[in-house]
T-cell receptor
């Protein structure tokens, strides 16, 4: 039972580069979320999705894009990486009719 | 503005020394108050959800309680394996389950 899987675990980017953080879940959960966690700060919601083809902005969406073409996958795209995007990124999912979010292990990203 | 505040930021206990962590919240239309545990280098792991004032939930050495303004996570006779960061979060998004998190309490339990 894999749960929520995030890849890569670690990545270093140069300023201006782009990348996609991958998130996949095998629990058939409708709802999926992307958060970032900075040292000493709480998790901040970037984007969320309530189902395939439906996405919406969270608290801190600037500099990011998402898509949701399947129930399983919810990739997060950084187009022009900036040092302010150095953070740990977590993906989570939630099943229909239940409000518990299940988190992946995170992607640690450094932008230099 | 919706807000979740946790205190203390860090807490060091001796094994067996009971204590409580605090989470105060100002969230309009609260749809649930959550407690998560986070170990270093890992994602948050669900512990409890509380929905109404007066509600209590227990799991092993942990008990979570809820009032109209605060939630407490009581840790009874902690062990070193209880060392972790404990996160509080409030559902402000209704059916979309959007959460606003506090900054966490880093708990260290020394043998």
């Amino acid at each position: 039972n894999a749960g929520v899987t995030q890849t890569p675990k670690f990545r270093i980017l140069k300023i201006g580069q782009s990348m996609t953080l991958q998130c996949t879940q095998d629990m058939n959960h409708n709802y999926m979320y992307w958060y970032r966690q900075d040292p000493g700060m709480g998790l901040k919601l970037i984007y969320y999705s309530v189902g395939a083809g439906i996405t919406d902005k969270g608290e801190v969406p600037n500099g990011y894009n998402v898509s949701r073409s399947t129930t399983e996958d919810f990739p997060l795209r950084l187009e022009l990486a900036a040092p302010s995007q150095t953070s740990v990124y977590f993906c989570a999912s939630s099943p229909p009719g239940e409000d518990i979010q299940y988190f992946g292990a995170g992607t640690r990203l450094s932008v230099l | 503005e919706d807000q979740v505040t946790q205190s203390p930021e860090a807490l060091r206990l001796q094994e067996g020394e009971s204590s409580s962590l605090n989470c105060s919240y100002t969230v309009s239309g609260l749809r649930g108050l959550f407690w998560y545990r986070q170990d270093p280098g890992k994602g948050p792991e669900f512990l409890f959800t509380l929905y109404s004032a007066g509600e209590e939930k227990e799991k092993e050495r942990l008990k979570a309680t809820l009032t109209k303004k605060e939630s407490f996570l009581h840790i009874t006779a902690p062990k070193p394996e209880d060392s972790a960061t404990y996160l509080c979060a409030a559902n402000y998004g209704g059916a979309t389950n959007k959460l606003i998190f506090g900054t966490g309490t880093l708990l260290a339990v020394q043998p």
